[in-house]
C-alpha cells in the first residue's frame, strides 16, 4: 500500500478536528498540481468559495475539498477568509471518499465483500498444504437475506489481488482457486470453531490450573490456529499465547487476556466490547470489523498493528505503542489515546517490566 501523507514525531496524542466538505473542486491535473507545489499562492476557487470555509460556534471546521481529475488524494482546505490554502490537510484515498460519502450503500457492499474475501482466504489456507493448494469456493453459500448480493467476477478479481492466490477459474456459481506455494506452506496447525466445545473447554480450564500454579495445568497456547464461531466471552486467558493465529466471527467480550500474546494475529469481525488486555502483544496484529467497545489495552504494544472499521468507543488505549499502526475508517476521537507512544524502543524502556500483570497474580 503506497500512502502519500505528513508524519508526526513525539506527538503526546492523536488529535483530531472535526471537519465538514462543504463542496468539492475537481481541479484539472495541471492546477492540482501547482495548489500542491505553491499552497501560498491566491487561487480562484479559494475566493469564489470563501463562504463555504468557516468555523462554526460548535468548532466544527467547514472546509473545500480540492480533487485532480486524475488524482486519487485530495486537499482539504479552510481558507478562513483568505485567497490560499492558509489552514490545509492532505487525504488520502479522498475521491473514493466522496463516492462513499455520495452512494452511502456502496460502503455496505465494499464491507459485505471484504468479509467475503476475508473468509475464503482464511478457509482455504487452513485446508490447504504443500501437496494440495486448490480449494473450491461455492458462491451462493455466501448470499445471505438482508446483506448486498455478492458479485461473482469482482470477488475473482479480489481474490486475485490479494496476492494469495497464483490463479482462478470463474464458473456460474463458484471459484476454483490455486494459493501461492508461500501461503500453502502456512497453513494453520489446527481448526477450531462452535464444534470443538468441549475441547476449549478443557483448555480453557488447564490454563486456569496453570495460572494458579495448580497440578494438571497447561498454559493455553493457540499458536497458528484459526478459531471462528468461537465463544471465549468471560474467559480468564492472561498470558496465554495466540501468535500468528486468526479469529472470524468470535465473542471475547468481557474477556480476561492481560498479558496475553496476540503477535501476528487476524481479527476478523469479532466482538471484544469491555475485553481486558493490559501488558499484551498486538504487534504485527490486523483487525477488521471488530467492535472494541470499552476495550481496556493499557500498556499493550500496537506496533505495526492495522485497524479498519473498529468501533473504538470507550476504548482505552492508555500507554500503549502504537508506531506505524494505521488506523482506517475508525474513530480515534472517541478513543482513550493518553500517552500513547510512537517509538517502540522508547516505549519499552519505559514501561517493561519483569512481570505482567497475570504473572503476578
Known sequence: MNLNTRLHC??????????????????????YESLCEDLMAYRDFITENKESMYVDTDEVVH???????????GILINSEGYDYARYYSVIPNARQLVVLDRYPSMKNFMERMSEVVE???????????????????????????????????????MLTDSRVVEDTILYDDSIELRLTEQAANTQY??????????????????????????SGGERADFSNCLLENVDLSNRNLCV????????????????????????NTKFTR?????????????????????????????????????????NFHDTSFTKCCIESSIFTNCNLKIADLSNVSYFE????SEHSEDESPAQSM
Open 270 to 310: 469479532c466482538s471484544m466490547k469491555h475485553l481486558t488486555a493490559e501488558e499484551a502483544d498486538f504487534k504485527d496484529s490486523n483487525f477488521y470489523n471488530c467492535d472494541l467497545k470499552g476495550a481496556y489495552f493499557t500498556h499493550s504494544n500496537f506496533t505495526k498493528a492495522k485497524m479498519a472499521d473498529c
Open 119 to 157: 473468509d475464503i482466504l482464511s478457509k482455504a489456507v487452513a485446508e490447504s498444504n504443500e501437496d494440495n493448494r486448490e480449494y473450491t469456493v461455492e458462491i451462493d453459500k455466501y448470499n445471505k437475506p438482508g446483506e448486498p448480493v455478492v458479485n461473482p467476477a469482482l470477488l475473482d478479481d
Open 345 to 348: 524502543s522508547d516505549w519499552l
Open 189 to 214: 496447525q489446527k481448526y477450531y470453531d462452535a464444534n470443538n466445545l468441549t475441547e476449549i473447554e478443557i483448555i480453557c480450564a488447564k490454563h486456569a490450573l496453570w495460572l494458579y500454579d495448580e
Open 63 to 73: 472546509c473545500i475539498l480540492a480533487l485532480g481529475e486524475n488524482y486519487d488524494d
Open 240 to 263: 496465554a499465547v495466540f501468535n500468528d493465529a486468526a479469529f472470524i466471527n468470535c465473542n471475547l467480550d468481557d474477556a480476561s487476556m492481560c498479558g496475553t500474546s496476540f503477535e
Open 10 to 31: 513525539k506527538d503526546e496524542e492523536v488529535k483530531a478536528e472535526k471537519c465538514i466538505v462543504e463542496k468539492v473542486i475537481e481541479l484539472d491535473d495541471k492546477e
